[in-house]
C-alpha cells in the first residue's frame, strides 16, 4: 500500500509541475529582426517586423518574437 501512496503523490507533483510549465498564445512583446538569404545573396536584410507570416507544409502560421520553438517544412512557392 506505500508503494501505491508513493507512486500517487509522484505523479501529483508531476502533472503538477507540467501544467505550471504549459505556454500559451504568445504576446505581441517585442519585435523580429528579419533577414532572408540565399548562398548567393541577400535579398532582405536586417528589417524589424512584429510578425512573420510563413506557408508550412500543415497550413499557415504566425510567428511573433516570443514563439515556441517549432519545426515544420515549408511549402514550395
Same mark, same amino acid.
Given at each position: 500500500?506505500?508503494? &501505491? #501512496? $508513493?507512486?500517487?503523490? =509522484?505523479? *501529483? #507533483?508531476?502533472?503538477?509541475?507540467? &501544467?505550471?510549465?504549459? #505556454?500559451?498564445?504568445? @504576446?505581441? !512583446?517585442?519585435?523580429?529582426? &528579419?533577414?532572408?538569404? $540565399? +548562398?548567393? *545573396?541577400?535579398?532582405? =536584410?536586417? !528589417? %524589424?517586423? /512584429?510578425? /512573420?507570416?510563413?506557408? !508550412?507544409? =500543415?497550413? %499557415?502560421?504566425?510567428?511573433?518574437?516570443?514563439?515556441? +520553438?517549432?519545426? @515544420? +517544412?515549408? #511549402? +514550395?512557392?
Amino acid at each position: 500500500m506505500s508503494a &501505491l #501512496r $508513493l507512486l500517487s503523490s =509522484t505523479s *501529483q #507533483r508531476v502533472s503538477s509541475a507540467f &501544467l505550471q510549465q504549459k #505556454r500559451g498564445y504568445a @504576446e505581441v !512583446a517585442g519585435k523580429l529582426n &528579419l533577414s532572408l538569404v $540565399l +548562398p548567393h *545573396q541577400a535579398i532582405f =536584410t536586417s !528589417a %524589424d517586423v /512584429v510578425q /512573420v507570416n510563413i506557408s !508550412a507544409a =500543415t497550413g %499557415d502560421m504566425g510567428i511573433l518574437a516570443n514563439h515556441v +520553438p517549432s519545426i @515544420e +517544412p515549408l #511549402r +514550395p512557392g
